[in-house]
C-alpha cells in the first residue's frame, strides 16, 4: 500500500472511496486540505488504493489531442444570465436528466461549504450554476456515481480535472453510461481560507451571509464582480479582477491554492473529460466576434466521441461558432500551463496559522482597488449620471 506524494496529492477521494475496509479517512492538513490519512492497524494491504489513485497510476484513455474549440451560448437568455458564462453546462445536465439520469456536480450548503452532491430534478441542477472558487469536498460521490451506473441510469459528472480523473481512477477506466464535463481550472483554493473569509464579512457586516454569487454579472460577464448579500439586508459588491477584494485578490494570485495546482498534470491537451467547459476569455482580440457577449460566453472542446454525440444531440438549443485553438490558449493560459506558485505562499500560511485571518488579510491580501485616476473617472461617472438635465431653449426664442 501507497498513497502519493503530499505536494502531488490532489484530493480527489479516489482512495478513500474504493477502500474495502474504510481504513481511509479524508483529514483537513493546516492548509484546510482534506488528505488521505491511513489507519495502518486496519488496512489489509489490497493496494486498491495504489491501482484507483490517478497520480501513481495514470488514467488512460482516448481523446482528441487537437479539439475544435467552439465560443458557445445556451439559446436561454436566463439560464445563459445565471450562470458563469454561457450556460452550458446546465444544457448538457437537462439532457442527462431528460433520460433519466443523474447529475452529479458541486454546489453550496447551508453553511456555504462547497459540496459535490446529486441532482435529479431541474431545480437541484440549478444549484450547479455560477462559479465556486474553493475546492469542493468530493465526499462519497464516486461511490454513488458507480451506484447509479450500475443501477443502469445515466450520469453526468462535472467537476475539476483531478476530480474527474480521480472518478475513472475509481471507477477503473470509462463506463458506458457516464458523461464527463472537465473545466478549464485556474486551481482549487483552500476551503479553510474560504471558510475564514465567510466567518470575517459575517463579522464585519454584522450579519450571517445570505447568498454568495463569485460570478455577479449586473456589469456584464467580462466586468464581473464577487457579490454577497447578508441576512440584515446589506449587500457586499467589488469587482472581481479589481484587487478591491481580499478573497479573490488571493485567488486571482494564487496564493492558498493546493501545493498540487502548481504543477497540474491536467492543464494541458488532451484533456479527461468527454467536453471541457471554460469562459472564451479572450474572445475578439484579433479575430472579430459580431455577436453580444454581455451575459456571458463558453469556450467548449468536444473531446470523445461520446461528448461529440451529446454536443451534436442539442445542436438547436445552443449557438455555437467554430474559433481557433490559438485564440483559446491565449485567454485561457491554464489550457496548457500550471498557475506559477507564489513566492510567499508558505508565509502566507504561516501568518493564517499563528496569527488568524484578520492579521494575513492585512499582510498579504489588502486590496489595492484600481489607480487613483480611474477611481476619479468611475465618482465623475457617477456625479454626472446623477445631475438633474434641464431642457435648454433658444435664446431668442418668441
Same mark, same amino acid.
Given at each position: ?114 459540496? =459535490?452532491?446529486?441532482?435529479?430534478? !431541474?431545480?437541484?441542477? /440549478?444549484?450547479?450554476?455560477? $462559479?465556486?472558487?474553493?475546492?469542493? %469536498? #468530493? ?113 486571482? =494570485?494564487?496564493?492558498?491554492?493546493? !501545493?498540487?495546482?502548481? /504543477?497540474?498534470?491536467?492543464? $494541458?491537451?488532451?484533456?479527461?473529460? %468527454? #467536453? ?123
Amino acid at each position: 500500500m501507497m498513497l502519493c506524494e503530499k505536494e502531488a496529492c490532489t484530493g480527489c477521494g479516489a482512495c478513500f472511496n474504493i477502500c474495502p475496509v474504510h481504513a481511509i479517512q479524508m483529514i483537513e492538513d493546516r492548509e484546510g486540505f482534506a488528505r488521505p490519512v491511513v489507519d495502518e492497524k486496519v488496512c489489509i494491504r489490497c493496494e486498491k488504493c495504489t491501482h484507483a489513485c490517478p497520480i501513481l497510476t495514470p488514467v488512460s484513455l482516448s481523446r482528441d489531442p487537437a479539439p475544435t474549440p467552439f465560443a458557445a451560448w445556451n439559446r436561454d437568455p436566463g439560464v445563459r444570465k445565471s450562470s458563469s458564462s454561457g450556460g452550458m453546462a446546465t444544457l448538457f445536465g437537462e439532457s442527462v436528466l431528460a433520460k433519466g439520469g443523474t447529475v452529479f456536480g458541486a454546489a453550496f450548503d447551508t453553511h456555504f461549504v462547497v459540496r =459535490h452532491r446529486a441532482a435529479h430534478s !431541474p431545480t437541484e441542477l /440549478a444549484l450547479f450554476r455560477g $462559479s465556486k472558487y474553493v475546492q469542493s %469536498d #468530493i465526499g462519497e460521490t464516486p461511490r454513488a456515481v458507480k451506484q447509479e451506473l450500475q443501477n443502469g441510469r445515466p450520469v453526468l459528472f462535472i467537476g475539476a480535472p483531478c476530480q474527474v480523473a480521480g472518478l475513472y481512477g475509481f471507477l477503473g477506466g470509462d463506463h458506458e453510461g457516464l458523461l464527463t464535463c472537465d473545466f478549464i481550472c485556474f486551481g482549487v483554493p483552500s476551503p479553510r481560507v474560504f471558510r475564514e473569509y465567510v466567518r470575517h464579512m459575517a463579522k464585519r457586516y454584522g450579519s450571517p451571509i445570505e447568498t454568495i454569487a463569485f460570478r455577479n454579472k449586473e456589469w456584464g460577464w467580462q466586468r464581473f464582480s464577487i457579490w454577497i448579500r447578508f441576512q440584515n439586508g446589506r449587500e457586499y459588491r467589488r469587482l472581481f479582477r479589481g484587487g478591491e477584494d481580499p478573497y479573490t485578490c488571493g485567488f486571482c =494570485h494564487g496564493l492558498f491554492l493546493r !501545493p498540487s495546482c502548481y /504543477a497540474c498534470p491536467y492543464a $494541458s491537451l488532451p484533456r479527461l473529460g %468527454d #467536453i471541457t467547459l471554460a469562459d472564451f476569455w479572450g474572445i475578439a482580440r484579433k479575430e472579430p466576434f459580431p455577436y453580444d457577449t454581455f451575459n456571458g460566453l463558453s469556450l467548449i472542446l468536444v473531446n470523445s466521441p461520446k461528448g461529440r454525440a451529446t454536443w451534436d444531440s442539442l445542436k438547436n438549443r445552443y449557438v455555437a461558432v467554430e474559433r481557433t485553438m490559438e485564440e483559446a490558449f491565449a485567454g485561457n493560459y491554464r489550457l496548457g500551463e500550471a498557475v506559477p506558485r507564489p513566492a510567499d505562499r508558505e508565509v502566507f500560511f504561516n501568518v493564517l496559522n499563528e496569527c488568524g485571518f484578520e492579521e494575513a488579510v492585512r499582510r498579504h491580501l489588502v486590496p489595492r482597488g484600481p489607480p487613483r485616476w480611474i477611481r476619479i473617472k468611475r465618482s465623475l461617472k457617477r456625479l454626472l449620471l446623477h445631475l438633474p438635465i434641464k431642457r435648454l431653449r433658444p435664446r431668442f426664442a418668441p
